[in-house]
């Protein structure tokens, strides 16, 4: 009787990495990739929309057939080291590379069974559909993004061309690295317990004729949200919110190589102020911003 192996997220080989698409869903011929962050947990979806065609006097489909366009999409969380592959989800439209008018392959290998060979896995013209970049003070930054593919072919045996990025040697990101006060609202620091900052890029999957895949998948309007926790020690935000006030925020991640700034915010919501006797007090906000901004 033969025995199968099962496969677990340790056989992983080489982790989920990208490479910069000279045009939309084309790989570069050779590419050379790069490690996205730590710990990166990878989940994949890919709906194919299929649809009964009903028949008469039947309860019971004709057949079932595609009606849209394949859905591939690629969920991860990871721990940055750096915001390089941040920004392709963040930053505004045109700036070129390094921002979303790009589009990424990404790959990836896995030991199935076990191992020794190797499967790889490969999705070509992405792009990152929303990004979440948070943190707490005490705590390492967060990274969450949900990336739209083109296309994802059946996993093969057979080697991809380029060559894959070595294991991250720099320490990831902690809220810490930004200073003792890493955020300032309105040019004011302030004492933040935790930030959590997300772009949605509204992506558009344009389909073309007689094919499952994306023509080209294209960035809309962007929308930035997010939230904040404060130490509660004046009523300077809560103004801010009762009087509709815009402000800047300024958001050092780590000192000396990365930062996000967020211009045009407001407070949408004072979800929170805790007033118990035995803990600090806390204030809790919604934000949403005009535009921002990641380096």
Not at 82 to 110: C, E, H, P, R, V
Not at 129 to 152: D, F, H, L, M, Y
Not at 210 to 226: A, D
Not at 264 to 291: H, M
């Amino acid at each position: 009787m033969s025995q199968t192996t099962p496969i677990g997220g340790w056989l992983v080989s080489k982790k989920l990495q990208y490479a910069e698409e000279p045009s939309f869903g084309v790989p570069v011929s050779v590419p050379i990739y790069s490690q996205i962050g730590y710990d990166v947990p990878v989940q994949i979806s890919a709906p194919t929309n299929l649809s009964p065609v009903l028949q008469p006097g039947s309860e019971d489909p004709q057949v079932l057939q595609e009606r849209r366009i394949d859905e591939y999409a690629i969920d991860l969380q990871y721990h940055p080291f750096d915001t390089t592959f941040a920004k392709y989800g963040f930053n505004a439209q045109g700036g070129g590379s390094g921002t979303i008018d790009k589009s990424l392959t990404l790959a990836m290998s896995i030991l199935l069974g076990g191992g020794p060979t190797e499967t790889y896995l490969q999705a070509v013209g992405c792009r990152l559909e929303r990004i979440t970049i948070g943190g707490k003070a005490g705590g390492p930054i967060s990274v969450k993004t949900k990336i739209v593919s083109q296309s994802i072919a059946v996993p093969s045996t057979t080697v991809l061309p380029g060559t894959f990025a070595q294991n991250p040697t720099s320490t990831p990101f902690l809220f810490k690295e930004g200073g003792a006060q890493p955020i300032s609202i309105g040019g004011t620091q302030y004492n933040v317990n935790s930030i959590s900052v997300t772009a949605n890029r509204n992506l558009d999957q344009i389909p073309q004729p007689n094919s499952e895949k994306s023509q080209i998948i294209l960035p809309r309007e962007r929308k930035i949200t997010g939230t904040i926790g404060l130490v509660w020690i004046n009523t300077d935000n809560y103004s801010r919110l009762r009087n509709d006030t815009a402000f800047s925020l300024v958001w050092t991640i780590r000192t000396g190589a990365s930062t996000m700034t967020l211009t045009g915010c407001r407070f949408k919501a004072l979800q929170s102020i805790n007033l118990r006797p035995d803990q600090t007090v806390y204030e809790s906000y919604a934000i949403e911003a005009v535009s921002g901004v990641l380096t």
